[in-house]
């Protein structure tokens, strides 16, 4: 599967951005979804997941509370709704796809986009 991710900028903090994956080339609705992001001389770290149908969803827990996960398979896409940016959320943000398990280790994806830069302003 393809993954394009976009939607990213710069905002202040305390402000929102919703990003984007689009899916193509298999059947998205068949894949576990999740986001993940690298911040610079960081290790890419797990940031939301959900499941392929169910709804299901995962966080880690700095942005428990803050960013929302979701999924319209019908329209082949992925989405992270941010909110109450903080500047320690900079970083690249990837989306990833996994056929047989919840993305919630950069290991477990079988598939990444290409990445969006979101920059948080003090």
């Known amino acids: 599967v393809q993954l394009q991710a976009s939607g990213g900028g710069l905002v202040q903090a305390g402000g929102s951005l919703n990003l984007t994956c689009a899916a193509s080339?298999?059947?998205?609705?068949?894949?576990?979804m999740g986001w993940f992001r690298q911040a610079p001389g960081k290790e890419r770290e797990f940031v939301a997941a959900?499941?392929?149908?169910?709804?299901?969803?995962w966080y880690t827990d700095s942005v428990k509370g803050r960013f929302t996960i979701s999924r319209d398979n019908a329209k082949n896409t992925l989405y992270l709704e941010m909110n109450s940016l903080k500047p320690e959320d900079t970083a690249v943000y990837y989306c990833?796809?996994?056929?047989?398990?919840?993305?919630?280790?950069?290991?477990?994806?079988?598939?990444w986009g290409q990445g969006t830069q979101v920059t948080v302003s003090s």
């Open positions: 080339g298999r059947t998205f609705s068949n894949y576990n």
């Open positions: 990833a796809a996994a056929r047989t398990i919840v993305p919630t280790k950069w290991r477990d994806a079988d598939y």
């Open positions: 959900i499941i392929w149908i169910g709804g299901s969803t």
